[in-house]
DNA sequence: AACAAACCGGAAAGCCCGATCCGTTTCCTG
DNA sequence: CAGGAAACGGATCGGGCTTTCCGGTTTGTT
């Protein structure tokens, strides 16, 4: 991914997605590259409800410099979190390129609760939709989907329960996601053992009936709602 | 200590815990009835998030009231889960003398994370430990004393994988917070999905190795650092 | 070199929170 | 029933947050 590229126009780097606007400015276009990197390490470090003043600290600019290049935090961390979407959606390829259809999919639900552990704001993402973001929902439904498959193929080799379905992989974020808030740095690789024992749950043969899974829509309602609060503060703060 | 006040109001009513103060007037007594009563319903709607202001609200008391019968949220938190914690302690002990070491122990389980699913505030609780309300302390370590017991028969009885430990407990408990955080009451009843995933985890035989547990002091210091932070506020709002 | 447009950054507005102050009301007692 | 202590409650303080405004600075161009 090459990152500060000194072609302006390569690809789009107008203020918002829809790259039509003038060529930006130098200073402009350095201060955009700060916010987001800098944003991508205190959301990483603190999760999503990190205050836009402690992105601009980081940055070392003002903050009203970040909100001329974002005029909501929706939309920083919309462009922040781009790429690990891409890396979200990737890992699902790889999974599904795994010759094991088990080790596919438990890798895959390894990984991606490795990457919420490895980024509080991620994690967060995890929990909850952003409809005015298309292009980030859009990796999210095409990492959904290959996880459909990735669950066909282990259920296939018989390594998968029947009765598990996609929404188990979205309660087992959310809870990792609990975990992970409650413990931060104190115990950093709690998640694990949580991750652990609900994959040999997953693993055949059944050993219970479970209690129905919630709707789809009724997860989708969830995150949504949790996107909605994203402006306000938030859980778990330490420091 | 003998009381040699008219003793109309024969139950001591102390203003805080430590009894030892002189009767209170019948309108301090009757507020601060109210105002437990309404904290215990905001609480359990919204959360330990939830302002003192909507407290005093739902108790149609002034705000200086409340902060006057609790100088600080952190009393007014531990006055209204006292009994929450009796029934969670009181919970072990019928969960001991359950003939079925198996069903105690999965009942016990499912019947905490139920406690937490009905009222949010329980479950902000569970995730955090309070220094400061040592009663509050007392009964938590009564009841984790007695869990301990009940994984002791469980695993005796054959039928609990020797590898559990009660930390798992706690991290169930923080993951079960995490489904509810996320879901809210779009989807009510998800949790319990996530609690039977985990319990027939816990079923022996052994189905795997597993990532080492966060140590007991690890755990405590998150919980220590959650209750910090309890005065900022908190996460999805909604009305 | 010089100018206009674009951009910057701190201060301020408006909204929450927990916590406190102080004038007013209520209760108990003598 | 009257006086004083105790309790009440709304306004207020101090702090954090997101978002906006505006005077000063940087940039690119002529």
């Known amino acids: 991914m090459g990152m500060t590229s000194r072609d302006q126009n390569a690809h789009d780097t107008g203020g918002t997605p829809d790259s039509a606007g003038p060529p930006m400015r130098s200073d402009a276009e350095r201060n955009r590259g700060r916010i987001i990197a800098a944003a991508r390490t205190v959301f990483g470090r603190d999760g999503l409800h990190a205050s836009m003043a402690s992105v601009a600290r980081e940055a070392g600019v003002g903050i009203a410099t970040i909100f001329r290049h974002f005029p909501a935090k929706e939309e920083l961390v919309a462009a922040v979190f781009a790429d690990r979407m891409e890396a979200y959606a ?7 390129a795994n010759p094991d259809p088990w080790d596919g999919f438990t890798g895959y639900i390894q990984e991606v609760c490795a990457m919420q552990a490895a980024d509080r704001g991620f994690a967060d993402m995890m929990t909850m939709s952003f409809p005015g973001a298309q292009p980030l929902e859009a ?26 379905t996609s929404r188990d992989l979205v309660l087992l974020l959310m809870a990792n996601a609990g975990v992970l808030s409650a413990t931060g740095d104190a115990a950093p690789d709690a998640w694990r053992r949580l991750v652990a024992w609900m994959i040999q ?3 055949a043969p059944v050993r219970g009936p479970l209690p129905e899974p919630p709707e789809d829509a009724a997860l989708y309602e969830a995150m949504r709602r949790a996107s909605h609060g994203m402006n306000s503060p938030a859980t778990g703060k330490q420091h």
């Open 201 to 203: 749950s997953f693993q």
């Open 139 to 164: 990796l999210r439904a095409q990492a959904y989907q290959g996880f459909l498959e990735l669950i066909d193929h282990a259920k296939d080799s018989g390594q998968l329960r029947e009765d598990f």
């Open 90 to 96: 990737q890992a699902t390829a790889e999974a599904l």
